[in-house]
């Protein structure tokens, strides 16, 4: 059996001849493998492998157990000392941000397979090398510092730190702070190759014989050419030649203080599954990419981080988009340098009512007003801009803006961003638990957790077809309005919206989008006054972008729901069973590469893309105060419908 993401494969029977902790173990490497450095190439390999069964063995032993899978990666040292043409700056960025999201969307994702869950500590390797790239021992300390830092701000639950002094258990007398970590950095050094060197290891024969080290050795070679390319220029006292000497014999240095650093490293975390930053065979340690970027930038430390109108992520050498006229220089929040964004009018809001907006991960914005919390009101937005921003990048969330919480503006802000559209029951929805008076709306006004879906599946007209007769047609909404009149409890009721565009993306080999644009599905339930849909396409193209977007509801059997369970099924085609293409989407609507989780706030707006995203909503303590309102509407002149989706389809 093979470590694998078996919620992707379309034979992922669980194999009766292994236990279910040993199954267990397979589904979680198979989540490791989806961060997999693309570079790599090939599958993990096979289990009966000595190297895959150490793997194997450690995450069986932790699972046998019942405790979190430990992980650890050797990463983070500081910034490249080239910040004129390849970084931002000394301090985390955007990059940093987007990075730690995404380890920390690894770990969660297994806690979804695997109650327990898994922790990664990551383990900075800053003074290890810093010396030989001339970086000061001041700035490795305020890069981690600013790392745990953001780490807490942003609440990625499932990450650690070490620090080298930590795997040398060093005894410094009284606290770790900035002047006792470099009154003792170089001391630090010393006692790591003391311990943990080899004499007899030879860089240049170990390059030759191992084919992971000659790995590591390029990779080197290659980013110590832009790191120290101005602090070595090459001149008149510097031939190219002799500076491509000079980093060779810096990367060989690193070699063999990264070899006594891993000693280091499996003698202090024995237990934990090592992953790693560089190319490797994966025998030894498992290769992630830290960012979810197509690029060979995947370290956030080497390079710079853009982001497209329609939220993809690029990342380069900060000279290459300071370069690009296309793109403009972005602060955070906090004043600092952050990132690289694509230039739009969309963000040219009135002079009056300037913003500062960030990108999520992994997709979405977030808008603050630029003056402070309550600078600017629901009033102020620019409805028509923001609905833009919302069809290119989804969703939009709104914090820090007064007057959210007043109904007449709320209804107001719908008619400016399109065409409300009200339901039976009128225009506002006031989502929040009902308990037992839920029955009849699909448990969207309970406290459970609800299937994955677009808004308006289950609204429904009758038309007349050209000759005379009459069907029953969906007409779902383009967009959604909400706003938070209380937030959610802590660590509940998220409300989860998965991106097509990154849905596609992750798509397995054997699952092409070409394949779900010929497919169609049908959904019934006893609730919205009986409902039975047939013949809906699968994909089918936005009405403002011409994109494909996924339409789709989860399958929700009564053994989910103390409510009306919605039947569905896709119609497969030659070659394609619609069960495991209802396997294969369900599973990547909750990948957290693809999914954004909110965890709402008082105050929050937050406009979606009904088109392009999928949304749920997970649990919740029943009669908890948890408030919505939500207002559907359309762009002005659109038809809503799902006629006009068959129309659109043939367009694909």
Not at 278 to 295: E, G, V
Not at 397 to 423: C, N
Not at 516 to 541: E, G, M, R, Y
């Amino acid at each position: 059996m093979q470590p694998h993401d078996s919620s992707l494969d379309p034979n992922n029977n669980a194999d009766p001849n292994v236990s279910d902790n040993a199954q267990k173990v397979c589904d979680i490497l198979g989540v490791i493998y989806r961060y997999r450095l693309e570079s790599c190439g090939g599958p993990l390999p096979d289990a009966d492998d000595r190297a895959t069964r150490q793997f194997h063995a450690l995450i069986y032993n932790q699972v046998r157990s019942s405790q979190p899978v430990r992980l650890c990666l050797p990463a983070f040292p500081f910034k490249s000392p080239n910040s004129q043409s390849k970084v931002l700056g000394r301090l985390p960025d955007k990059a940093e941000e987007f990075a730690l999201a995404h380890i920390n969307g690894l770990c969660a994702a297994i806690g979804d397979i695997y109650t327990p869950g898994a922790e990664l500590t990551i383990i900075s390797d800053g003074l290890v090398y810093n010396d030989l790239l001339t970086v000061p021992d001041r700035d490795v300390w305020a890069y981690g510092q600013a790392l745990r830092a953001l780490t807490i701000e942003k609440e990625f639950k499932h990450i650690k730190f070490s620090r080298l002094n930590d795997l040398l258990q060093t005894d410094i007398p009284g606290e770790l702070d900035e002047i006792a970590y470099i009154a003792n950095a170089t001391n630090f050094r010393r006692a790591l190759l003391n311990k943990f060197s080899r004499p007899d290891w030879d860089p240049s024969e170990e390059i030759k014989r191992s084919e992971d080290t000659c790995l590591t050795y390029r990779g080197y070679i290659k980013f110590l050419e832009t790191d120290l390319e101005n602090v070595y220029p090459v001149g008149p006292v510097r031939s190219k030649s002799k500076f491509k000497r000079g980093i060779e014999l810096v990367a060989k240095q690193m070699l063999t203080r990264g070899d006594a650093f891993a000693r280091a490293v499996r003698e202090r975390f024995p237990t934990h599954v090592r992953l790693s930053i560089h190319r490797s065979t994966n025998k030894t340690k498992l290769s992630i990419s830290l960012l979810p970027t197509q690029s060979r930038w995947t370290t956030p430390w080497h390079c710079a981080l853009a982001v497209t109108a329609d939220g993809t992520i690029q990342t380069g050498p900060s000279s290459q988009f300071a370069a690009d006229p296309a793109f403009e220089l972005v602060y955070n929040e906090h004043g600092q340098l952050s990132h690289y964004r694509e230039k739009t009018d969309l963000l040219a809001w009135a002079d009056d009512a300037e913003i500062d907006c960030q990108p999520m991960y992994p997709c979405g914005l977030l808008i603050r007003p630029a003056g402070g919390p309550m600078a600017l009101s629901i009033a102020d937005v620019d409805a028509t801009r923001l609905r833009g921003l919302a069809e290119l990048n989804s969703p939009v969330v709104l914090r820090d803006f007064a007057h959210t919480g007043d109904r007449a503006l709320f209804v107001k802000m719908a008619g400016e961003l399109g065409t409300p559209l009200p339901w039976s029951f009128g225009l506002v929805l006031e989502v929040k638990d009902l308990g037992a008076g839920s029955k009849g709306s699909g448990g969207a006004l309970s406290s459970e957790r609800m299937a994955f879906h677009y808004d308006g599946v289950f609204k429904t007209e009758k038309r007349t077809r050209v000759d005379g007769s009459e069907e029953v047609v969906s007409v779902p909404p383009c967009f959604q309005l909400f706003t938070a009149v209380t937030p959610s409890p802590k660590d509940s009721g998220y409300t989860l919206f998965a991106d097509s565009k990154l849905l596609f993306q992750h798509l397995p080999a054997h699952l092409s989008i070409e394949i779900l644009k010929q497919l169609t599905w049908s959904v019934s339930t006893a609730s919205f006054n009986a409902v039975d849909l047939k013949d809906l396409p699968l994909v089918v193209s936005h009405p403002a972008t011409g994109k494909p977007c996924l339409r789709y509801h989860e399958p929700w059997p009564q053994s989910k729901t103390d409510f009306e369970p919605m039947e569905v099924a896709v119609r497969g085609s030659d070659g394609v069973n619609g069960v495991d293409v209802c396997k294969v989407i369900d599973a990547l609507l909750y990948d957290r590469r693809v999914t954004y989780w909110h965890a709402w706030q008082k105050g929050d707006l937050l406009v979606s893309d009904n088109v392009s995203m999928m949304h749920t909503r997970t649990e919740f303590v029943g009669g908890s105060d948890r408030e919505l309102w939500r207002i559907h509407f359309d762009r002005d002149g659109f038809k809503s419908g799902e006629d006009e989706y068959h129309k659109m389809r043939t367009c694909l």
